[in-house]
Structures are given as structure tokens and as C-alpha cells.
């Protein structure tokens, strides 16, 4: 199973930016799709961030416009760019893995917080 360990969370304000990565136990080649969801506490986890190994993207209505996800595979990670951030986006966000051949692989979470 691949291990995803991500970084880049923190404090900031609205209309701020961060950048969230994840970096893969090994080659994301592999992987089909990749992608970042967030979740707050007492709702679902929601979907916010995909991309295919082919780099086609797809994104939740709420951030288009202002995240960008992308990878890197000489890197074996996965990054999300996170701009105009709003209060809203305050979350655990997690990385999520869908290899070609295997089980799925989540992280365990990094936490955004946009407050002034």
C-alpha cells in the first residue's frame, strides 16, 4: 500500500494562500488518480481536488477559480495550490491515492485554518 504523508497546512487569512503537498512512498506513476479532500467535524468528507495520471483535473464547484491541483512524478507528489482563501475553507485536508493496481491509500490529514 503506498504511504502518502502530506504537509503545507497552517494559519491564514482570508484571501491568503497555502500550498498543501503530498509525497508518495513510491513512483505515482502507478497511481490512476489522485486527489485532496477536506472534511469538517460533523460533516462529510468531501471531495475538493482530482487529477489522473494524465493531468486532467477536476475540482468542486466552491474552489474553482482559485485552487489548482497538480504532481509531480519525478517528485513521487501531489500538491494543491490554494489561492483567495476564504473562511469557508477552513478544514482537515487528505490526501487521497487510487493506484492502477492495489488498495486505496489515504494521509493523515493536515489542518487549514483562514481566520482573521
Known sequence: QVQLVESGGGL?????????????????????NMG???QVPGKERELVAAI????????????KGRFTISRDNAKNTVYLQMNSLKPEDTAVYYCHAEPLLGSESWGQGTLVTVSS
Not at 13 to 23: D, K
Not at 52 to 63: A, E, I, K, L, Q
Open 36 to 38: 485532496w479532500h477536506r
Open 52 to 63: 489522473t495520471r494524465g493531468g486532467s483535473t477536476n475540482y468542486v464547484d466552491s474552489v
Open 12 to 32: 491564514v487569512q482570508p484571501g491568503g494562500s497555502l500550498r498543501l503537498s503530498c509525497a508518495a512512498s513510491e513512483t505515482i506513476f502507478s497511481i490512476g
